[in-house]
């Protein structure tokens, strides 16, 4: 017998065992003294074992759940015994998967009643994804020739990550009287780690563009190590103000941004790195690969900005309410950007000659941004309302940057290139939005409405109004929507709501779209409940022949058959349609083709809950997903390559099942002992390198104090 195994048969032991041990004290467990304080609370922690078999970094991905101990919850409440304390009333701390999980978090909170407040909170995230690249995919039409003297057949993502987010921030707020209020605030959100991408040795120089580099760059992608930083300092300070039925806000403050970033060649990586192209780079180790010996690009951007928020909310009179604000933000800072890198690459003789290649940029940015906001709430009567709401954003951006590169071939001698351009956006949005919700009878809310929005987008390069990407869009979007609650028993609440848009800004931004939901909850008995959501949208753009619906309907029912035994089941199914053309400018020629997609996913869940002693109990749940999706790309097809547009899909169908077992039991004066075993196994039907399956055990104490 392993060391695990005695370790679960031991606990399991207890478990049963549990409701023939001695008497147990039912009552609360008396609170313990800490000075002048009463503390109560519980605390779980735990010790997970997980087994993974195949493809580990896909089980990081939906996961990232490892062996180790874990602090899983910590909840402490102290009050002060009869306000003995002159310092602090209450305060509480709280935390979550402390020890290593993907998610952990932690608040803490003091307070004086009508003195001060105190709360300051942590959380983290973590985020992880990486595919795996050593993988021949189905796609064996693109250049049969080519491809079958790489011996491979498409490209991979060769795309990571492994970041970590972190977000902590420090309220405080001190009550002068008891209508005003001083309140300050810092907020520091982060992002840091390492990542993959890939990258294309571009160069600014547009002579380089319509020729042989230009064809290179555009088709040779290299892979690069990416690490990340990036974080945000926020300090603001202001007060809340109430006299009779208005409350005014406002906030002064300083905020700064900074990112950093590098990519370079990965460790370890053997030079000169070969594209990861298939199709250009034949055979690695042949000379005449397309290959790069340095790339390395460095990025760099600090903002900094004033803050200012104003906002306030009263009643002029006793059945109209009137609210606004105004906030205003000016970001600005400096810009850096340097990249170099030498390899081969062909000529248009489709000789391959080294190459080398330095650029660099300093730009400075200057971002104002106003938004206004008013509103006015008027009631006619008790059961009729009237609501009009505005929002003026104008946001500017103005960058100045110089801009020099270097190319330099023994075929194509040195080019320079210098330049200095000044780029402004100006982004303006009005948004009037005007309702009316009706109460005629008892149960029945009815708020029809209609929103009205102008986009104004202009871009100017050195002065000249740029048409490409300068836009004014108007759009409609009325709406209706419903709640209906005649009894207990029964609730259905929904939505009806359409969109017309006079102009789309891209190839995929509907002209119209219409949609509906609604969400439906039955409870025929007191013990068996019924919930069923639907919803639809449509949306589409004549111009560019793209169509996007999305179809999702998802039941649940539970059941409870007494106080000791209940169950559950459920079912979602979603689908999702896209069409389009699509126009690929750079090139030798544009490419013009029709693409569709196709997905739809099904989820099945299911439960059952169980107490067979009062000290016992056990809980079974379950979820099967089913991913299926197909997908093409069609056109007119070269002569030389009769198959090109013929691609088969590379990912799905997938199956993914995960089910959790939780059995527990209360032991006298010691707490509750629980065990969870979870089994999942994730599996994709046509690409299998990411398939894995995993066994997770989790033993948990949880202690009442």
């Known amino acids: 017998m392993t060391r695990l195994q005695r370790l679960v048969f031991l606990v399991a032991a207890a478990l049963i065992l549990a409701p023939l041990a001695g008497a147990q004290n039912d009552s609360e467990p008396a609170p313990l003294a800490l000075g002048d304080f009463n503390l109560s609370g519980s605390a779980t922690a735990g010790y997970r074992f997980d087994t993974v078999k195949g493809y580990e970094p896909k089980f990081r991905e939906l996961f990232n759940l490892r062996s180790g101990f874990r602090l899983l919850d ?158 945000t300092n926020r300090f603001t300070g202001g007060f809340d103000y109430t006299v009779k039925d208005w409350t005014f806000h406002y906030s002064i403050g300083y905020q700064t941004f900074t990112e950093n970033s590098a990519l370079n060649i990965p460790d370890g990586v053997s030079l000169p790195v070969h594209s990861i192209n298939p199709v250009t780079d034949l055979s690695p180790g042949n000379p005449s690969a397309n290959t790069v010996s340095n790339f390395s690009i460095t990025q760099s951007r600090r903002l900094t900005t004033p803050i200012s928020e104003f906002s306030f909310v009263g009643k002029p009179l006793s059945k109209l309410e009137w609210r606004g604000g105004y906030m205003y933000y000016r970001y600005q800072g400096p810009m850096s950007f340097d990249q170099a890198y030498n390899g081969t690459a062909p000529t248009s003789t489709s000789a391959q000659t080294p190459y080398t290649v330095s650029e660099s940029a300093r730009a400075t940015l200057t971002q104002p941004n106003h938004v206004l906001t008013q509103g006015l709430t008027y009631h006619l009567y008790r059961w009729w309302s009237f609501d009009v709401g505005y ?94 609650e005649p009894s207990k028993l029964f609730s259905i609440r929904g939505d009806f709501h359409s969109m017309t848009s006079g102009a789309s800004y891209t190839a995929i931004t509907p002209h119209t779209q219409q949609g509906t939901r609604f969400v439906l909850r039955f409870h025929p008995i007191e013990r068996l409940s019924v919930e069923d959501e639907v919803s639809f949208v449509n949306n589409k753009l004549l111009a560019t022949n793209f169509e996007n619906n999305l179809r999702s309907n998802a ?48 989820v099945w869940s299911g439960g059952i809950e169980a107490k067979p002693t009062k000290r016992t109990g056990l809980r079974l749940t379950g979820n099967f997903d089913r991913s299926t999706g197909t997908g093409a790309i069609s056109g007119v097809p070269p002569a030389s390559s009769p198959n090109t547009y013929n691609e088969p899909p590379a990912y799905g169908p997938m199956t993914w099942p995960l089910v959790t077992g939780t059995v527990y039991g209360d032991l006298p004066f010691a707490g509750r002992i629980a065990v969870d075993l979870q089994r999942t196994y994730y599996s994709e039907q046509i690409v299998r390198v990411n398939n894995f399956s995993a066994n997770l055990l989790t033993i948990r104490w949880t202690k009442s104090f």
């Open 74 to 231: 910590l909840n402490l409440y102290g009050e002060s015994r009869e306000g003995k304390n002159p310092f602090a009333d209450s305060l509480s701390l709280q935390t979550t998967s402390l020890g290593g999980d993907p998610f952990p978090t932690a608040q803490f909170t003091i307070s004086k009643k009508k003195v001060y407040d105190f709360r300051a909170n942590w959380r983290q995230s973590y985020y992880f994804w990486n595919q795996n690249d050593n993988v021949v995919l189905p796609i064996v039409a693109l250049a049969p020739a080519a491809l079958s003297k790489n011996g491979k057949s498409a490209l991979t993502n060769n795309h990571d990550w492994n970041t970590v987010r972190k977000f902590g921030s420090v309220d405080f707020t001190l009550h002068a009287t008891n209508n005003l209020r001083f309140n300050f605030n810092y907020y520091r959100p982060s992002d840091e780690g390492i990542t993959v991408t890939t990258r294309s040795p571009d160069f600014f120089g547009d002579a380089f563009l319509g020729n042989s580099f230009g064809g290179y760059a555009r088709a040779n992608p290299y892979q690069l190590e990416a690490p990340i930083s990036d974080y």
């Open 391 to 484: 929002k003026y954003s104008r946001f500017t951006s103005d960058s100045i940057g110089h801009f020099q590169s270097l190319f330099q071939s023994s075929l194509d001698g040195t080019t320079p290139t210098t330049a200095t351009t000044d780029v402004i956006w100006r982004d303006g949005l009005s948004d009037l939005n005007i309702s009316m919700a009706f109460t005629p009878m008892h149960g029945l809310v009815i708020r029809p409405g209609i929103q009205l929005m102008k986009s104004d987008v202009e871009s100017l390069t050195n002065g000249v109004v740029n048409a490409g990407l300068t836009l004014r869009t108007k759009t409609a979007r009325p709406e209706i929507s419903f709640g209906y």
């Open 555 to 602: 039941i649940t029912v539970s059941y409870s058959l007494n106080d000791r035994l209940s169950v559950f089941g459920g079912f979602s199914y979603d689908s999702y349609y896209a069409q389009g053309d699509i126009q690929y400018v750079r090139g030798t020629a544009p490419l013009n083709d029709f693409l569709r997609d196709q997905e739809v996913n099904r």
